[in-house]
């Protein structure tokens, strides 16, 4: 929550909490936020509504139907009045594919003013064809989970789907990278 908020997320904003899972961060994010502004997707339903059960201090805040089950980064029936967006700890297990085709989907959102990402990176071209160890210790690869990218592949792709992007200097778990993206044009 504080890196969102350092972000610019006031209580009257809409967030949309990719990869949400059992709503770690949906149950501090939807007491904060007015009601019906929280939206969460994730490749299992399931999952998203153990969350509400079990992780909501109060479930009654939260429509069970912004609870949005999504394989593919299409953000099926998410309102279009969404002005914030994070991915903690998705793009790491998923390929660069799965990274671009969101940055694309999300363009579709033209409140969308933020977007907060996190990825591991690798230092360096000759580093990135080779298993890394980040500073914790995991090892992240090229070509299976947990994956890493360069740092200025991160940029070009962003830039490639109409997208700004910093990357912030904040400690975050397992070495991952936090990155702050803005759509261009608004």
Not at 76 to 105: N, Q
Request: charged share 20%; glycine share 6%.
């Amino acid at each position: 929550m504080s890196i969102l908020q350092q972000a610019g997320l006031k209580p009257h904003h809409h967030l949309l909490d990719i990869g949400a899972g059992a709503l770690r961060l949906g149950c501090k994010a939807v007491p904060y936020l007015a009601r019906g502004h929280y939206w969460a997707t994730d490749a299992s339903r399931a999952i998203l509504l153990a969350g509400h059960r079990e992780e909501l201090t109060d479930p009654q805040q939260l429509d069970e139907a912004q609870l949005i089950e999504d394989t593919g980064f299409r953000f099926p029936g998410v309102s279009d009045c969404i002005t914030h967006a994070i991915a903690f700890a998705v793009f790491p297990h998923l390929t660069m594919d799965c990274l671009r085709r969101a940055l694309i989907e999300l363009r579709r959102f033209d409140h969308l003013e933020t977007l907060l990402f996190t990825v591991f990176l690798a230092p360096d071209a000759a580093t990135a064809q080779a298993p890394y160890r980040q500073r914790d210790g995991v090892v992240t690869h090229a070509g299976r989970a947990p994956f890493h990218m360069l740092e200025e592949d991160v940029a070009a792709l962003a830039l490639a789907c109409g997208w700004t992007q910093t990357r912030k200097n904040v400690m975050l778990p397992r070495g991952q990278v936090l990155f702050v993206a803005r759509p261009l044009g608004r």
